[in-house]
Nanobody, 120 residues
Framework: VQLQASGGGLVQPGGSLRLSCIASGRTLNVLAMGWARQAPGKEREFVAGISWSGGTTGYGKSVKDRFTISRENDVNTVYLQMNNLKPEDTATYFC??????????????WGQGTQVTVSS
């Protein structure tokens, strides 16, 4: 499975961004997708996850109520809508895929990251 994330960039505090991730390869075996992030000098952090059907979602405590994860299975794409962004959201964001939905960092596949910078 290959994961290609896009949509990162520079945004002012309080602004919004939408990240996208397209999965390719053996996607029939991929059941869940998600996002994690890593800020400079910090450990990787779970951000959000979504089941294959989209019926189950979960979020990290620091992003709950500001970020929304969604997916379009017909185009093998997962999205992360990020609202009310804060400087502490600055990080490299990684797309995740796996056979089981995990609300941590236990995922089978990790994509290359996309940089999100929140600064005035």
């Amino acid at each position: 499975v290959q994961l290609q994330a896009s949509g990162g960039g520079l945004v002012q505090p309080g602004g919004s961004l939408r990240l996208s991730c397209i999965a390719s390869g053996r996607t029939l075996n991929v059941l869940a997708m998600g996002w994690a992030r890593q800020a400079p000098g910090k450990e990787r952090e779970f951000v959000a996850g979504i089941s294959w059907s989209g019926g189950t979602t979960g979020y990290g405590k620091s992003v709950k109520d500001r970020f929304t994860i969604s997916r379009e299975n017909d185009v093998n794409t997962v999205y992360l809508q990020m609202n009310n962004l804060k400087p502490e959201d600055t990080a490299t964001y990684f797309c995740l895929a796996g056979h089981n939905l995990d609300f941590g960092l236990v995922w089978d596949y990790w994509g290359q990251g996309t940089q999100v910078t929140v600064s005035s």
